[in-house]
């Protein structure tokens, strides 16, 4: 078992900007890899960013390219996501997930190949 908590969620302007962080703990071997999701309000949940076990591999979603940056720091089971230009539309619960594996391909990504999450933090982006 691999257990997650995230921490760095908050308010702040249109164009501003915030890092998530998620922690892993637990059965953190054999390598994982983590992503980030997230659930507006009255809409389904989505996939926002993922990173593949050796931190190389990342995919995104189209609505977060060029603003969002996931990375993590494998040393201390940790993965962030530096989300710039925030808009009122990422206004959500961020849920950072993981699953033992590669993370070569962005299928593995997809919420149903998460084993584990998160409790989430909420991010609030004011217009």
């Known amino acids: 078992q691999v257990q997650l908590a995230e921490s760095g969620g908050g308010l702040v302007q249109t164009g501003g900007s915030l890092t998530l962080s998620c922690a892993a703990s637990?059965?953190?071997?054999?390598?994982?890899?983590m992503a980030w999701f997230r659930r507006a309000p009255g809409k389904e949940r989505e996939f926002v960013a993922g990173?593949?076990?050796?931190?190389?591999?990342?995919f995104y979603a189209d609505s977060v390219k060029g603003r969002f940056t996931i990375a993590r720091e494998s040393a201390k089971h940790t993965a962030y996501l530096q989300m710039n230009s925030l808009q009122p539309e990422d206004t959500a619960d961020y849920y950072c997930?993981?699953?033992?594996?590669?993370?070569?391909?962005?299928?593995?990504?997809?919420?149903?190949?998460?084993?584990?999450w998160g409790k989430g933090t909420l991010v609030t982006v004011s217009s």
């Open positions: 997930a993981a699953n033992y594996g590669v993370g070569w391909r962005r299928a593995e990504f997809a919420a149903r190949a998460m084993s584990f």
């Open positions: 637990g059965r953190t071997s054999p390598s994982y890899i």
């Open positions: 990173v593949g076990r050796s931190g190389e591999q990342k």
